[in-house]
Nanobody, 125 residues
Framework: QVTLRESGGGSVQAGGSLTLSCAASGYPSGRFCLGWFRQFPGQAREGIASRWTGSGTTYVADSVKDRFTISQDNAKNTVVLQMNNLQPEDTAMYYC??????????????????WGQGTQVTVSS
């Protein structure tokens, strides 16, 4: 059984930073693809970053690549999204998602079959 546990959301002022973590369990090989998505009210989820833990290959959306980075802690099967210089337009619910093996389109939510509960990020001006 796969479980994803997110942590690190919260409120921050514009220009600040937050670190989101997603701890994955249920992948005994340690090889899985984990993506971070965000959802604005009334909109579909937007893929912002992903990491294939097998090789460490990462993908980051152009819209955030200058501010967000994704990394992993192998010992804890955890993938971390570091968000810097946050702006009010980054305010959204953030979700992590995972799948066994490599995703065909790592930033497409349709490629993932396991989802975390979501964590709110609020950026004030």
């Amino acid at each position: 059984q796969v479980t994803l546990r997110e942590s690190g959301g919260g409120s921050v002022q514009a220009g600040g930073s937050l670190t989101l973590s997603c701890a994955a369990s249920g992948y005994p090989s340690g090889r899985f693809c984990l993506g971070w998505f965000r959802q604005f009210p009334g909109q579909a989820r937007e893929g912002i970053a992903s990491r294939w833990t097998g090789s460490g290959t990462t993908y980051v959306a152009d819209s955030v690549k200058d501010r967000f980075t994704i990394s992993q802690d192998n010992a804890k099967n955890t993938v971390v999204l570091q968000m810097n210089n946050l702006q009010p337009e980054d305010t959204a619910m953030y979700y992590c998602a995972a799948r066994h093996g490599i995703a065909i389109d790592p930033l497409d939510e349709e490629d993932y079959n396991n989802w975390g509960q979501g964590t709110q990020v609020t950026v004030s001006s």
